[in-house]
């Protein structure tokens, strides 16, 4: 009552407030600073403003829930009141009720810095300096501006994919990896990322390679080397140089960021020496001997067209010169890389990219038109009595100097040698560098996720930044296990097929995403196309392929094997990938179709709805119903709660559910009503469960074994429920196991509130029968009274962890190991219990709750098709008989005999039937003694079994009462339900399973205990029986 009143009171307070300041100033509330962070609604309960914080994934700050303002909730009412009245700071506010400042980890980089310089250092790279006058030389100017424009034609489709998919939405640390995975999923992210680690880290080895060749031309035109001035050098100074680069990464991002503006300004100076060298022309008679003549139309005319020669050990083509040249405009990627890094991702990484390769291509057609037009191809580099030697490029000396055989020509037509040293030394280390922090960091990302476990221990982080210091070491030996082949021209194609691999699935994902265009698919960026992204995948394996088939095939070959790991690992995760909502649209899609598809005998499917209770309660139900629709047909596992459930319990109960169908690998929907009767909760999901043509045609349940014992009301709305199901004009199947069915929970650790609030249930890998107490009896009602229960054994499937010991376990980078641990400490303790409970006679699991999981090589299915319901009765034991576990099994077929008609001929006339309909069977007899009055002990026991019923009043409980009359006008249908039981004792009684026709309760003509005196003389005594009533509909069908 306080509180009530305290929150009137302060519900009139803020009213009187409101009124007057409209009564002052009439002015409208706006969305300003001052607005208030919480309000009271129409009932006196909070709500809160939008914030952008509600919708972060994180705990900070959450908006009330849907409970807390429906149902409302007094103390924090009050707290919130108090709270503001006080003047005092919301949770996640500051004193000002304005969202609290949030507190950054680590350096937060601009578009210039964290992607326009990143994407130049990378594009500009050893190919600038030590490759492209080679490439001129080779393709000539026409073809290399081809090669440059193909390059930045897939390059730019490739920045306005990855702009599009960048900025829709935050993009977090681990650059194309989390771009990828979080667009098309974890399958496709983790394949790519691991390729795109690879790729990277090699790029690091070929620009160190690059570096290291620069090198040995310096110490050569000084007379120094280090052993051969060769292969060996390379190999010395390129492990050196990565070691020292490792560590460089390693110092953190502060370092590496201001050090890159040191070196982007090395590399434009390089550039502008050269561009002013080769205007300024030669200066000298040796630097005309090098092949540097200064602008010439004559020398562009001839480097116009294509020379492709042999070279680096093969005969050079297009498309081989191509792949040389490729990598040097694979930087694009140096921005998303680090996007983790970037105080801004959305919009830096499209402004940076593409103007970092607008002015690199730019740069390189320059460079095209200067080398290309000054220098010529083949020069002699010799001066002999004053003048230039003459040189034949195909004699056995060649030529030595010249745009096909020279790296150097840059330093030749440069203004000042050294400076394009210290440029390609800058282009080439800072390229590797942008390399070398961008792997560890995908690796940590890769580990985080736990895609792949072999990579969670590189991802561990250390320091305030998080640094992956194990993620260095590994990206360390990769990088120095590729320097050591020492060859730029060998490693540079296998990274143009990686990075271009890597763009392919890049446009894939904008294509996909735009294609399917799921509600959450709204990128900021706009400059995009579905088609284009399209185009971009096409051209990227094209050119894959056109380069190296070999490599490509292999390539692809490693990406599906990658993507086939995680596929068979299922992974826990939920990212939102547009292949979700692919897979949504296109089942939606297909349900639609199929409304308008007219149903056919050849497509029948049985689709059953198991009145299971839950999925735990009955398992050998469901597992009958598993070998039923496996891959075949829809299943649907229903419960009747009689009560209400909160919506957090049903929440938790529905994830328990799930969770077991998953254990078990059943293939079932599970649908949960509430507060209804079995016979009302029953009938419901009958009307409602599925969807279109997606509905249940079959209704699957348990026989009640203690239906005698029973209070008449159960007894009554069990037999309803086939009623129900008749009327709907669905089959009926009910199973019965001699030692029943349930095996419903008598002592769990906790219900599905207490999970919420106390612990959670940790599932251990025995757990072989859903984490219950067994117990011998089966009864559809879901409230358990009136229920005999045997000897309970613990139960060995669960372990409670209290909430403060999941929490750390969850959250701690070495989760993977922790739970291994657990894992092992529990298989211990189930091991000790089985051990225990085997040397006290108990048995855990019983047999019968696995005999359809169980492979049985001897057994025997007999079949009683007694009454022709369409050929469901045929065709379920034969769909059971097909599966794996069944298949050895014998099919023997019974069907009853016209005693009127020749019983050969009958026999003959089946045998028919079964051959048109193509149902193998091991033989057929045909029952002819149908007719003959029952023995008289049959008739005692049925007498027995309906005694209970007999005593009672008829004005008591009629409908579940067994009179003279209606004994007597079902006499004949009595004694036939009893002499099918001695011909079933006599012929399938050591059977492994028996499939028989249900009688049919006539509707107002036959109670309730009769028809279950029927059912339990058929099934008493008798090995795991199934009863079966189609509704009449053909199920089967000669016809082709």
Not at 302 to 331: K, M
Not at 566 to 589: C, E, F, H, I, M
Not at 785 to 804: K, L, N, Y
Not at 812 to 836: C, F, Q, Y
């Amino acid at each position: 009552e306080k509180c009530l009143a305290y929150r009137i009171g302060m519900e009139g307070r803020f009213q009187s407030k409101g009124a007057e300041a409209d009564g002052n100033n009439g002015e409208q509330i706006t969305m300003n600073s001052k607005r208030p962070t919480m309000t009271l609604n129409v009932n006196g309960l909070w709500d809160v403003v939008p914030r952008l914080d509600h919708y972060r994934l994180s705990r900070r700050a959450k908006r009330p829930s849907l409970a807390e303002l429906h149902e409302g909730n007094p103390a924090k009412d009050l707290m919130n009141a108090a709270t503001l009245e006080a003047g005092l700071p919301m949770a996640g506010l500051n004193a000002s009720g304005q969202p609290a400042a949030k507190k950054h980890v680590g350096i937060k980089l601009g578009w210039i810095q964290g992607v326009l310089i990143p994407c130049l250092l990378n594009i500009w790279g050893v190919m600038l300096f030590l490759r492209l006058s080679w490439v001129v030389a080779q393709a000539g100017i026409l073809h290399t501006c081809i090669i440059i424009g193909i390059s930045a034609f897939v390059c730019v489709i490739t920045t306005l994919s990855l702009s599009a998919i960048s900025t829709n939405g935050e993009v977090k640390g681990g650059g194309i990896y989390f771009i990828i995975s979080r667009s098309l999923g974890p399958e496709f992210g983790a394949s790519v990322g691991i390729v795109f680690a690879f790729a990277n880290a090699v790029a690091a080895s070929m620009n160190t390679i690059g570096f290291c060749d620069s090198l040995n031309q310096l110490l050569h035109e000084h007379g120094l080397k280090i052993i051969d001035n060769g292969f060996h050098d390379v190999q010395i100074v390129g492990i050196v140089a990565i070691l020292v680069m490792v560590l460089i990464c390693a110092i953190g991002m502060e370092w590496e960021s201001k050090a890159q503006n040191f070196l982007i300004a090395i590399i434009v100076g390089a550039i502008a020496d050269f561009l002013i060298g080769a205007l300024i022309g030669p200066r000298s008679l040796q630097d005309r001997a090098g092949g540097f003549t200064g602008f010439n139309s004559t020398v562009f005319m001839d480097n116009w067209l294509p020379d492709y020669r042999y070279s680096e050990g093969a005969n050079q083509t297009f498309f081989s010169v191509f792949a040389i040249f490729f990598p040097s405009v694979t930087g694009i990627q140096a921005g998303a890389n680090i996007s983790g890094d970037l105080k801004d991702p959305a919009s830096s990484i499209p402004v940076g990219t593409l103007l970092a390769l607008l002015i690199s291509m730019i740069s390189y057609v320059t460079f095209v038109f200067f080398a290309g037009g000054a220098a010529i191809r083949d020069a002699s580099g010799k001066i002999v009595n004053g003048t230039i030697a003459m040189c034949d490029p195909f004699s056995k000396d060649g030529c030595k100097s010249g745009l096909h055989n020279s790296y150097s020509m840059m330093q030749l037509m440069s203004i000042w040698g050294p400076f394009i040293y210290a440029g390609c030394f800058a282009a080439t280390l800072s390229t590797a560098l942008t390399n070398l922090i961008s792997v560890p960091r995908l690796i940590q990302a890769l580990g985080q996720d736990r895609i792949y476990p072999g990579l969670i221990y590189f991802s561990k982080g250390y320091g305030k930044s998080g640094e992956p210091y194990r993620g260095y070491v590994l990206t360390f030996f990769v990088a120095a296990l590729f320097v050591l082949i020492a060859n730029l021209n060998a490693v540079a194609p296998l990274i143009s097929n990686f990075y271009l691999a890597s763009y392919a699935l890049i446009n894939f994902c904008t294509f996909h995403a735009a294609l399917v265009r799921p509600l959450g698919w709204r990128p900021t960026f706009k400059y995009y196309n579905t088609w284009l992204s399209l185009l971009g995948f096409i051209a990227c394996v094209a050119i894959m392929f056109l380069i190296d088939w070999v490599t490509s095939l292999v390539t692809f070959v490693i990406i599906f094997a990658l993507y086939l790991i995680v596929v068979y690992r299922k992974p826990d995760v939920n990212w939102g990938s547009s292949t979700q909502a692919q897979t949504y649209k296109t089942a939606l899609s297909i349900a639609y179709r199929l409304n308008s598809i007219d149903e056919h005998v050849k497509n029948y499917c049985p689709q059953i709805l198991a009145l299971s209770g839950a999925p735990n309660a009955r398992p050998a139900l469901l597992h009958l119903a598993n070998l039923i629709t496996k891959n075949n047909s829809l299943l649907i596992c229903g419960e009747i709660y009689p009560s209400r459930m909160s919506y957090r319990v049903r929440s938790a109960h529905l994830r328990q559910g799930y969770a077991w169908l998953q254990r078990h690998r059943i293939k079932s929907f599970y649908h949960v009503v509430e507060e209804l009767s079995l016979e009302k909760g029953a009938s419901a999901m009958m009307q409602t469960s599925g969807v279109g043509k997606l509905a249940p045609n079959v209704v699957l349940m348990g026989y009640k074994t203690h239906w005698s014992s029973c209070s008449y009301k159960e007894l009554q709305e069990y037999f309803n429920v086939l009623h129900n199901a008749f009327d709907h004009r669905l089959a009926v199947a009910i199973l019965r196991i001699a030692e029943g069915l349930d095996c419903s929970s008598v002592g769990s650790s906790g219900s599905a509130e207490d999970e919420q609030h106390s612990g959670a249930l940790v599932q251990s890998s025995y757990d072989l029968a859903g984490n219950t107490l067994m117990h011998a009896d089966s009864d559809l009602s879901m409230s358990g009274r009136g229920i005999a229960r045997v000897q309970s054994v613990p139960s060995i499937g669960t372990q409670f962890i209290p909430p403060d010991a999941t929490a750390p376990i969850r959250d701690s980078p070495t989760h993977w190991n922790a739970r291994d641990h657990l894992k092992n400490k529990k298989r211990h303790l189930a091991e000790k219990m089985l051990m225990n409970n085997k040397q006290n006679g108990l048995s855990v699991v019983p047999e019968y709750l696995t005999i359809f999981q169980k492979k049985h090589k001897n057994g025997i299915i007999d079949v009683w098709w007694l009454y022709d319901d369409g050929g469901l009765t045929i065709l379920l034991p034969y769909i059971i008989s097909t599966r794996t576990n069944w298949e050895h099994c014998k099919m023997r077929i019974f069907a009853l005999a016209n005693h009127k008609q020749d019983i050969g001929a009958q026999e003959k006339e089946m045998a028919e039937i079964m051959a048109k309909f193509r149902i193998k069977y091991t033989s057929l007899k045909m029952v002819d003694d149908i007719s003959v009055q029952p023995k008289q002990e049959t008739q005692d026991f049925f007498d027995k079994v309906i005694s209970e019923f007999r005593k009672n009043d008829a004005s008591d409980n009629a409908e579940c009462v067994v009179t003279d009359a209606e004994l007597q006008s079902l006499r004949d249908k009595t004694f036939r339900q009893l002499r099918l039981r001695e011909l079933l004792l006599e012929n399938s009684s050591q059977s492994t399973m028996v499939v028989m026709s249900l009688p049919m309760p006539r509707k107002g003509a036959l109670s309730a205990p009769l028809y279950m005196a029927w059912l339990e003389a058929l099934t008493r005594d008798m090995p795991p029986t199934l009863l079966i009533r189609g509704n009449h509909s053909s199920v089967l069908t000669f016809y082709s």
